[in-house]
């Protein structure tokens, strides 16, 4: 379902308030593809995981406990690696930059909000 002009509206608006108040929270919610699962890191960590089931399996074969743990081990880093989002930084932004804090007290955005909420309790009565 299509979303109205004036909707649309609204909701541009409420994304460019939401990107001056908090820039950090806004870039933390927008969908970046670099941060995402990756198909590679799935493909790799299911490799390794399957890896690490094998020496599993020929610890448990073989009655070496240690081989066995290092399987164990070696099965629980490729789920986790299978599972994470890659650390690439970002392009636009270095390292070790500090990000803007937002000041104490209300912010634009959220005062914007609760002044129309009671504008609308108003109509209401």
Do not use: C
Request: net charge neutral.
């Amino acid at each position: 379902m299509a979303l109205s002009e004036h909707e649309q509206r609204l909701l541009d608006q409420l994304e460019q308030q939401l990107h001056a108040d908090d820039p950090k929270f806004a870039h933390s919610m927008a969908s970046d593809t670099r941060k995402s699962m990756s198909t590679r890191r799935l493909v790799i960590g299911s490799l390794i995981t399957i890896a690490g089931i094998l020496v599993l399996l020929a610890g448990i074969v073989y009655q070496l406990t240690i081989v066995g743990v290092v399987g164990f081990l070696i099965m629980g880093a490729g789920v986790y690696f299978a599972t994470t989002k890659s650390r690439q930084p970002d392009a636009g932004q270095p390292e070790g930059r500090p990000s803007k804090t937002p000041s104490p007290g209300k912010s634009g955005f959220m005062s914007s909000l609760e002044d129309k909420w009671d504008e609308r309790k108003r109509d209401q009565t």
